[in-house]
């Protein structure tokens, strides 16, 4: 099955980025210095980089022939689609296990809440969603994601099925045994991962460099640290320390950089400000993307396709915002 059908049928696709291990290595050891360099956060905007070498190899990466390739398909079929903000670099992003739903989440999950958001969802040229290059295999420490494929038809009310019914009950049954156990989960610190009883999941295991596109629907979580790994972590950098309910510990050599965008059509976006321009302290992300698209160089061959898109796309934004 090609990589297209593959992102319609199942919700994701792998595709091929030729990052030698000499330029992964290189890669990984210029983030970690701009992580460290503002505080160790864990994400950072890859157009405030301070290494301008380092953001022209990230960009060219994402000018891949095999992505063009997807998302030309998609253009000719679905509605001109390109690539957009935020563009991140995010190091060890790993959920808690404690948390009640281990991580779990869809990307389009606040957009369900609005009618506006459902009835583009449902249509079946929307388009929305991530574009990840992970720079290390899923391996104990983590290092990419689980998903449950084919989650992004009901994630998005456009159809559903029996296997599908399944892995939302379990996942429901999974939150509601976890509520149940909070005091126990929380006393006996990430013994037992119960988000791995989610029926249907599978994890993936990209290649060091590999790109892993998927629906904005897809039931999907960040892979978590083996409880065995935490235990000996917690031996040599005490307790977990939790922000957000986010691990925070330091991997060192196995620390976790993924490079992340998203892809989008017209109405993926329409939909994506609809939700967004209504949360607290966030009027301004309109805005911010025009900026970060701007900044880019003017030799990237998407920069002008992913302007021309959200200008059309802004029109109708501006009316449902006022």
Same mark, same amino acid.
């Given at each position: 099955m090609n990589s297209y059908k593959n992102l319609i049928k199942n919700g994701y696709c792998f595709l091929t980025n030729n990052i030698s291990e000499k330029e992964i290595v290189s890669l990984k050891a210029g983030l970690e210095i701009e992580h460290q360099r503002l505080n160790d956060v864990k994400r950072i905007n890859l157009t405030d980089l301070k290494n301008k070498v380092l953001i022209k190899k990230i960009f060219s990466y994402l000018d891949n022939k095999f992505i063009t390739n997807v998302l030309d398909k998609i253009s000719k079929i679905d509605n001109e689609v390109s690539i957009f903000p935020p563009f991140e670099s995010m190091k060890n992003n790993f959920s808690s296990i404690r948390r009640a739903d281990h991580g779990w989440h869809r990307d389009c999950g606040g957009q369900k809440d609005y009618k506006f958001c459902l009835e583009k969802l449902k249509n079946k040229n929307y388009r929305f969603g991530k574009i990840g290059i992970y720079l290390q295999t899923n391996s104990e420490y983590g290092g990419a994601i689980d998903i449950v494929p084919c989650s992004h038809f009901s994630g998005r009310k456009v159809k559903s099925s029996f296997s599908d019914l399944f892995t939302k009950s379990s996942l429901l049954l999974v939150d509601k045994f976890c509520l149940f156990l909070k005091n126990y989960i929380r006393q006996n610190n990430n013994k037992i991962d119960w988000g791995k009883f989610v029926i249907g999941n599978k994890r993936l295991l990209p290649i060091p460099g590999q790109i892993i596109i998927f629906d904005s629907g897809l039931l999907h979580r960040g892979t978590p640290i083996k409880v065995k790994i935490i235990k000996k972590l917690e031996e040599l950098q005490g307790k977990v320390i939790e922000k957000n !309910? !986010? =691990?925070?510990?330091?991997?060192?050599?196995?620390?976790? *950089?993924?490079?992340?965008? !998203?892809? @989008?059509?017209?109405?993926?976006?329409?939909?994506?400000?609809? !939700?967004?321009?209504?949360?607290?302290?966030?009027?301004?992300? =309109? /805005?911010?993307?025009?900026?970060? =698209?701007?900044?880019?160089?003017?030799?990237?061959?998407?920069?002008?396709?992913?302007?021309?898109?959200?200008?059309? @796309? /802004?029109?109708?934004?501006?009316? *449902?915002? =006022?």
């Open positions: !309910h !986010h =691990l925070n510990y330091n991997l060192r050599d196995n620390n976790k *950089f993924v490079l992340y965008s !998203h892809y @989008a059509n017209q109405i993926g976006i329409e939909s994506y400000f609809f !939700h967004r321009l209504r949360i607290d302290d966030n009027q301004n992300e =309109l /805005e911010k993307w025009f900026t970060w =698209l701007e900044k880019l160089d003017n030799r990237i061959p998407f920069k002008r396709k992913s302007l021309n898109i959200l200008k059309k @796309a /802004e029109k109708n934004i501006r009316k *449902f915002s =006022l």
